[in-house]
Every structure is written in C-alpha cells, then in structure tokens.
C-alpha cells in the first residue's frame, strides 16, 4: 500500500470536503500541522478549498509541463530541441550556463516549474511561483561578433511579443529594451547573459520570465501596480505548453532572418512594438540622469535620444524610468 | 632531521657536482629515478647541470614571486592592489572569474608559477611553465556598454607592449587583435573573457600570459618559429617583480585615460603598434576567408580592411593568418 499523505486523501476525496479533523487523525497529526501541509500544496500549485466545519477539499491540479505533450508539438530545427524539464532550481539561467560551459548546442532549452532565487536585470528577485508561469532559459551561440549582443537582446523583445501577442490577441508594448507591458503593467522580464572570448561571443543564455497563470495573490503588494499576468489581463488560464511552442517557433524564425539579413528587420519589428519611441523619458545610465524623446534605434541597438536643445544622444546601457537602485 | 630529498642534497652541495650514485644511494632510488626527479625540479624553475662523471650540480634556483617584494614597488591605485599569487592552478582565468562572481573589486589579480591547463585564443592551450614566464589575469569592471568591450581587447594590448617596451627596449608589434610579436614571433598573448547581462558588462577577466625567461627547451618543437621569450631575445633573465608593476601602472594609465577621454587616443596607440595594418593579410573570419589590406581601426575596435576591389570592409572577429582551427 502507498504512503498515506494529504494529496493521497484529498485526491480519494474526489472533490468532496475532508474534515480537517479525520486528516489529522489519518496523518496522525496536529491540525496546525494539517494546515501547513495545506499551504505548502498551494505553494506548489495546488487549489484547496477550506470551509471551516466542513473541511479541505480538492479543486485544481497544478499543471505540468511534460515532454510528452512539448516535444511532438515543436515545429522547430535546434531551439527547444535539446529539453530539460525542471522541478525546482535556483534559476535556468545557472542551469543553461552550465550546460554552454559542458558544450551543449544551440538551442538548449532549461525550463523549471519554479524557480528559488529568479533573477530579473540588474540583480533584482523575480516572482516564480510553482506551475503558474513559464521560467525558461535558451541556450544560444550565433556567430556574430560581441558588440552585437545588444540586437539580440532587443531580437529575444521582438520574439516573445510576438508569441504572446499570437496566442492571447493582447496588446504588447515594449520598453527599451527588453521589458514586455501590457496597459503599463510588466507581463514579461529577458535577461541574456553573454560570455564572451575578445571579440567572439561563446554563448549567450537568453532568460525568459513570463507571468502566465499568475493571480494577483501571487504577486506582492508593491508590485501589483506595476506586475500582471496573461490569466488576470484575458480571465483565461492560458496553455503554457502552446505558448513555449509558440516561442520557440516564432524566436527560432526571427533569429535566423536576424543571421541571414542583419539587424534592419529586426529593428523595424522591434520600432513598431515599442511604447518607449516618442515618449518623454527620464533614463538612469552609468553616466547620470538623461531626459528626453527617444526617436529610434541605431545600428547597434542603441537608443538615439532628442534632447532639450534638439541635439542628440544615443544610450547604450540605463533604465528608464526608475533607479537602478529600485 | 628533516626529510632527505633530490633538492636538499643538492643543495647541501652548495653549487659542487654530486654523483648521481651518490644521490641514488641516499634517495635509496635507482639511477633512472633519480634523472626523473632532476627533470621534475627543472620543470618547476630549478637549474640543474648534469655532467657525465661528475654529477649533478644545482645553478639555479626558481625565482618566487613574492607579495613583500611586489606590493612596495606597485604606484597604482586599483590595479593589483587586490593581489593573490598562487603556485600552480589550471588557469588564473578561472580564479578570476570565481573572484568576479563573489564581488571582488576592479583592479584584482591573481598570479600563477605555473598554470597546468593555460588558455589562449579559441581554446588553443598556452605554456606557461613554472617560474619562468608572467601568468596572470585582471579583473575589470567598466562602466561601458557591452559593445565596447572589443576597446578593451585592444587597450591591453597596447598597454602590455608598452609594458614590456620600457623594461626590455624590445621593438613590439602588435597583430590584430592582440597578440603581441618581435621579429614575426609571438611573446604574449592576451585573452579577455567578458560576462555581460543585457548590455551591460558585468566583468572583463584579462588574462595575461607573457613568455619572460623561458628557455628554447621550454617550447614546443611545432613553436620555436612562433614563440620566443624576452630573455632569448635580450640574452637577459628580466626581473618577472619589474615586469609585473610596470604592466600593472601601464594598464591603469591607459584606463584612466580610455574612461575619460573614450577609444580615440587607444586607437591612435594601437595603430602606431600595429604591425597588421597596411600589410596584405588573409583573414579566416566566421563568415569565411578575406584577403586584403587593413588600413585603420573603427570606432568600435573592428579593422577595416581594403579589398581588392578596392571598396571596404570592417572585421570583427577573426583570425590573421591562420586556420582558428590549427
């Protein structure tokens, strides 16, 4: 006979109520102790409801991601190709630089169910709660010279805007230079971390956390002004299986016209997306306070900024908007 | 009494020939055994003359880097004021690295006796015996976007020929991008490994290898019209101490100078470096062979090079010369 645990007795449950009280005496322990197994199940993405006087009762599976479901529907020649599923890491993007230092190949994809310590840009937590999200890390080795890295990152912008905007109909703007909003509020965060040897890059590990299936209990106060999901913005809990396919799909195709005709298409897609061009914006770089109109981007991914006195000036590396100490 | 050993009775012998029977006899080894262990302490720096009927005689003993005699004599504000010397490792660049990740300040340096699994240029290993050359790697953090890092590649070439110019009045050149050669053969090789988040540079690890006392021995047969060391090329044993500092203050000038003023000023020092420049070079590059006559530096590092056509094309990343394979 299995180990009796709280998932087995909620799951012989069938939807109907448990007492709290034949739990604990099942499990033989504390109803304190019941409780906290009930918090720890959510944690992991399972939905309990608890009615006092009549118990727990089981509401929801959280959803897995598996290879069996991912695999036949990736329609792609490398990126996804090479797929670890996680349960929990600190972050896929520790995972994906290991696997570039052991020599995997293009297109290595790490993704976990939740993350530990979720990095965001410059150092800051993200929010990865278990099953609801997609935390994914891509591994890439494009034969280009390391001062084009900043394209890519504003390419990995373009892609996912794209893929999300397919699968959901939603409306995505993107912040310079790689932040994903939808009405003002972050629905997406990229980080590609690039090692490079001189003028070669070696590997760039592209970072991507999209807020899926989050509700709004999933994110902290302070952030629930500047943070949503695609299930708070569409009141539909969205595929995560569909939308890594789409991804993949739609990254894969934009790299390789990047590879084939540079960075002027890219650009383009990238200028029509944007809610940063044309806009007053204060941006916080290494050199100070800058403010002004961004009108476009360079050659190199730069942003060319009109300042007060028409003249201009291109920004390679800040924020916009707030601190970098924020 | 402390233990007997091949290099204590050597140097009980105070520079007097003692016969290898003798040795055999004391170590309690045979002969053969002996000879390995002679060449054991000549790999690690020691000079050992062995003549047939006499013995063996100790010439020479390792010069040890020391930070009493290298801290006093460094002028430089950051640069090797955060200094570790390590005997053996498989590469400084590695340390450094780790260093990086856990927060260690600009300026840091770690050297090596000897590293057992050196690096240069795409993976190619790099000698670096113990005790006779500079093993080495800085660690950088510039306030520069990601795009400029290939500056930096040229920055320390321009400083380490510099460097070594002062001390030896050797004449240097130096190829593209940073390989620094005297009468067409190598003497250095520099290697700079960057991490970068999105645009910004986390870290620049400079690793710096320069071939000082190295005897013709120490090369490779495949090298010896390749490589050659200060010291076969002065008829001197140069001070590794001097070096080291001279290296250290030149760099930092150099730095200064580059984050105040930008890449105009390296430019014009490279360029008067250069031996690459105006000669006709074949270049094997990720998007395949170019022949022609490099004429100048951009403005971001690259080399733009003459066709024969005559129109211009610039070059980021490449190799001069020869195969990235060979």
């Given at each position: 006979m299995s180990e009796v645990t709280l998932l087995s007795l909620l799951e012989a449950g069938e939807g109907q109520y448990i007492s709290g009280e034949m739990i604990s005496k099942q499990l033989n322990v504390s109803r304190t102790a019941v409780w906290k197994q009930v918090r720890k199940l959510e944690a992991e993405g399972y939905q309990i409801e608890a009615v006092s006087r009549l118990g727990y009762r089981l509401m929801g599976k959280p959803s897995r991601l598996s290879l069996h479901e991912l695999l036949p529907k990736l329609n792609t020649k490398?990126?996804?190709?090479n797929l670890r599923l996680i349960d929990?890491?600190?972050s896929t993007q520790d995972e994906v630089k290991k696997l570039a230092e052991q020599g995997s190949p293009e297109g290595t994809l790490v993704i976990a169910e939740?993350?530990?310590s979720g990095r965001g840009r410059m150092g800051r937590a993200w929010v990865s709660p278990a099953g609801k999200g997609i935390w994914m890390s891509l591994l890439l080795r494009p034969p280009?010279?390391?001062?084009?890295?900043p394209q890519l990152t504003l390419l990995a912008a373009v892609a996912l805007s794209r893929a999300i905007s397919k699968l959901t109909s939603l409306d995505i703007g993107i912040k310079w230079p790689n932040d994903l909003l939808v009405d003002g509020r972050k629905i997406s965060g990229i980080l590609l971390e690039t090692a490079a040897e001189d003028e070669r890059l070696k590997y760039i590990v592209v970072g991507m956390g999209i807020s899926v299936?989050?509700?709004?209990?999933?994110?902290k106060e302070e952030l629930h002004s500047k943070a949503i999901s695609l299930k708070m913005l569409t009141g539909q809990t969205i595929s995560r299986t569909e939308l890594i396919v789409s991804i993949m799909e739609n990254f894969e195709q934009l790299y390789e016209l990047y590879l084939e005709q540079g960075f002027a298409p890219i650009r383009a897609l990238w200028e029509a997306h944007?809610?940063?061009?044309n806009q007053h914006t204060t941006l916080y770089t290494p050199q100070g306070l800058i403010s002004g109109i961004p009108r476009s981007l360079d050659n190199l991914g730069g942003l060319s900024i009109e300042l007060e006195d028409g003249s201009f000036r291109t920004i390679y590396s800040g924020e916009i908007g707030m601190s970098p100490l924020q």
């Open positions: 490398k990126f996804g190709r929990v890491t600190p939740q993350q530990t280009v010279p390391v001062h084009q890295t299936n989050l509700d709004k209990a999933d994110f944007s809610i940063t061009l």
